[in-house]
């Protein structure tokens, strides 16, 4: 039992040593991409709505949430959903983030050609910058990983971490771009235990 235990312990280990080179990777490439990012979204007089599908989805609803609490506005939309009325909460004066790994997901496609004829400049975050995604995107950040972390290889592990990395890095730019304070954080935190943190300290 014990040495099952240790096995096991040690796959876990080897997970995360897997998803931090995954990151490290990403890191050495992004910058041009990030750059490119940053340009639509500062152009953009409106939100920047962020979509997907499965574990896509869940990753994109933390962008979103990230981005929001950082200074930028932000939504999440499900790709589903958008095909379904929530649409219309796109306007031309948004920019879309589209995440899908594969960058053929059928529902998150449709939802970027909807976007595309209304004018909405598109961010995609795919591991392929020649799929349909990336291709109705005006700027893809690739999200392509060597391998999943999981023992077999194929349960979103890695590249959904590269993907909230590469999320966390956008909002990072986009603090500093716009000098985001301590102050702006707290007025936008001040529930909670990071709430009577700021707090204490201002």
């Given at each position: ?7 096991a312990?040690?796959a ?8 931090a080179?995954?990151?490290a990777?990403?890191?050495d ?11 639509l ?5 409106g ?14 609803a933390?962008i979103a949430?990230t981005?929001a609490?950082?200074?930028?506005p ?7 959903e958008a095909?379904?009325g929530?649409s219309?909460?796109?306007t031309p004066?948004d920019v ?6 594969s960058g053929?997901t ?8 909807m976007l ?8 995609a975050?795919?591991r392929?910058p020649d799929?349909?995604l990336?291709r109705l ?7 392509a990983v ?14 959904t971490?590269?993907?909230i990395?590469?999320g ?5 730019v986009?603090?500093?771009m716009?000098g985001?304070?301590p102050?702006?954080f707290?007025e936008?935190h001040?529930?909670?235990s990071l ?7 201002s």
């Amino acid at each position: 039992m014990g040495d099952k235990i240790d096995a096991a312990v040690d796959a876990g280990v080897g997970a995360m040593r897997i998803e931090a080179n995954a990151i490290a990777v990403a890191a050495d490439r992004i910058a041009p991409q990030l750059a490119a990012a940053v340009r639509l979204i500062r152009q953009a007089r409106g939100r920047v709505l962020v979509s997907g599908i499965g574990k896509s989805g869940h990753v994109g609803a933390k962008i979103a949430a990230t981005l929001a609490s950082t200074g930028t506005p932000a939504q999440f939309v499900h790709s589903s959903e958008a095909l379904h009325g929530d649409s219309g909460m796109a306007t031309p004066n948004d920019v879309a983030i589209l995440i899908s790994n594969s960058g053929e997901t059928a529902e998150v496609n449709q939802f970027a050609a909807m976007l595309r004829r209304w004018g909405v400049p598109i961010i995609a975050m795919t591991r392929d910058p020649d799929c349909t995604l990336s291709r109705l995107a005006n700027v893809n950040l690739d999200i392509a990983v060597d391998r999943e972390a999981d023992p077999l290889g194929l349960a979103p592990t890695s590249s959904t971490t590269v993907t909230i990395a590469i999320g966390d890095a956008l909002a990072a730019v986009l603090m500093t771009m716009s000098g985001f304070t301590p102050e702006q954080f707290h007025e936008r935190h001040p529930g909670g235990s990071l709430g009577a943190q700021l707090g204490a300290g201002s």
